[in-house]
């Protein structure tokens, strides 16, 4: 890395969102410090089928929430959902600031199934409190997937991160 493009302590340079299949495929080596938040299901484990992600990114965190509001219903029978709580927003806001506290991270990279809500969502309110733009690359391929941020997984994060 070039003395001009070097990342300081506690500074996040770029941030994208994306699909798991579009994830699987980024190698390690477009950043020498690639920070990859997976989201999974929280429904039930192989619910949707995620590729592995390419070996040798310098961090990855998971965490696990289904794609709805606190006013989804379940059908009976199914299993319940798994509301994205204040605890998973405070777990993805920790984890990201013990890494920043001794490192600089070149590639914050968030993705979920479709990278069409869950993972927008999360992406934009990490890009806003760390002042970065979401690259203009990251929207799905996939032409059945429109990028909807989801409302309570944003409103969710925002308010636990403006709580410092």
């Known amino acids: 890395m070039t003395p001009d493009k070097q990342v ?19 190698p390690p080596d477009v950043s020498a410090r690639t920070y990859v938040i997976r989201i999974l299901d929280g429904q039930a484990a192989g619910h949707h089928v995620y590729p592995p992600l390419r070996e040798g990114h310098a961090w990855v965190r998971a965490y696990a929430f289904d794609d709805i509001g606190p006013d989804a219903a379940g059908d009976a029978g199914a299993l319940p959902p798994h509301l994205f709580t204040e605890a998973i927003a405070q777990a993805i806001l920790r984890d990201l600031d013990a890494v ?9 990279l968030v993705h ?17 409190l760390h002042g ?28 636990v991160a403006s709580r410092g």
């Open 8 to 26: 300081n302590v506690g500074q996040v340079r770029s941030v994208m969102f994306m699909s798991a299949e579009d994830a699987s495929e980024v």
């Open 100 to 108: 920043l506290a001794r490192d600089g991270i070149d590639l914050l």
């Open 112 to 128: 979920c199934f479709a990278g069409a809500s869950r993972s927008p969502a999360v992406a934009e309110v990490l890009a806003r």
């Open 132 to 159: 970065v733009a979401i690259a203009g690359t990251c929207y799905p391929r996939d032409p059945r997937f429109k990028v909807t941020p989801n409302k309570h997984v944003y409103d969710t994060m925002l308010r």
